[in-house]
């Protein structure tokens, strides 16, 4: 079974700009999260995507936002990149058991976005 | 503010020896406590987890021992490899929220 894959690995920008990084889940897997990683914050979680609706979000300015598609797919977008916004992004899927317990999350390789 | 600290944030043992990384957690509503093993370029991949209705928990080389009263859990790498040297999370959620709270990290070396 393929594991989580995301696009692009490597992103180079300006400030002000703005980014759309892409996941796809390993198969069957229809919850989707993403993390920020960076060597000051360490990993800081994003949101969380089910059934293309957002469960969970983190303590993120509104320019961070995402979706996720009927195939389950997920995009982050991130607008007026500040030089902060620098940093390796993580996508993660898992199954959602039954009563809602979480599963396992299978996290990705990660785009690394660099803000100039 | 850290929900979840976690100690040392390097760490060079020997080969065969037994590196041991410690995280405390404050939120009582936690209820599932994995560890992360991180190579560089590379995500987080999941190594072992534990839910605190034990008090350990062992998969091959790996060991978590949880102390729910302490609110601390700790990883026990056994024989520890330079294939080993890699950087470790560990983290806290509660169940039905896949949101995960990550400790700092540590960096284990493992010197031939």
């Known amino acids: 079974k393929a594991g989580v894959t995301q696009t692009p690995r490597y992103l180079i920008k300006t400030r002000g700009q703005q980014v759309t990084l892409s996941c796809s889940p390993i198969s069957g897997h229809r919850s989707v999260s993403w993390y920020q990683q960076t060597p000051g914050q360490g990993l800081q979680f994003l949101f969380e995507y089910f059934s293309e609706t957002q469960r969970n979000k983190g303590n993120f300015p509104g320019r961070f936002s995402g979706r996720q598609f009927s195939n389950s797919r997920s995009e982050m977008n991130v607008s007026t990149l500040e030089l902060g916004d620098s940093a390796l992004y993580l996508c993660?899927?898992?199954?959602?058991?039954?009563?809602?317990?979480?599963?396992?999350?299978?996290f990705g390789p990660g785009t690394r976005l660099t803000v100039l | 503010q850290q929900q979840v600290k976690q100690s040392p944030q390097s760490l060079i043992v020997q080969k065969g020896g037994i590196p041991i990384i410690n995280c405390a957690y404050e939120?009582?509503?936690?209820?599932?406590f994995p560890w992360y093993q991180q190579f560089p370029g590379k995500g987080p991949a999941l190594l072992i987890a534990?839910?605190?209705?034990?008090s350990e928990k062992k998969e091959g080389r790996f060991t978590i021992s949880f102390n729910k009263s302490a609110k601390q859990f700790s990883l026990h790498i056994m024989d520890s490899q330079p294939g080993d040297s890699a950087t470790y999370f560990c983290?806290?959620?509660?169940?039905?929220?896949?949101?995960?709270?990550f400790g700092t990290g540590t960096r284990l070396t493992v010197i031939p």
């Open positions: 534990i839910r605190p209705d034990v």
């Open positions: 939120n009582t509503a936690f209820d599932y």
């Open positions: 993660a899927s898992s199954l959602l058991l039954a009563g809602g317990t979480t599963d396992t999350q299978y």
């Open positions: 983290a806290a959620s509660i169940s039905g929220a896949n949101n995960l709270f």
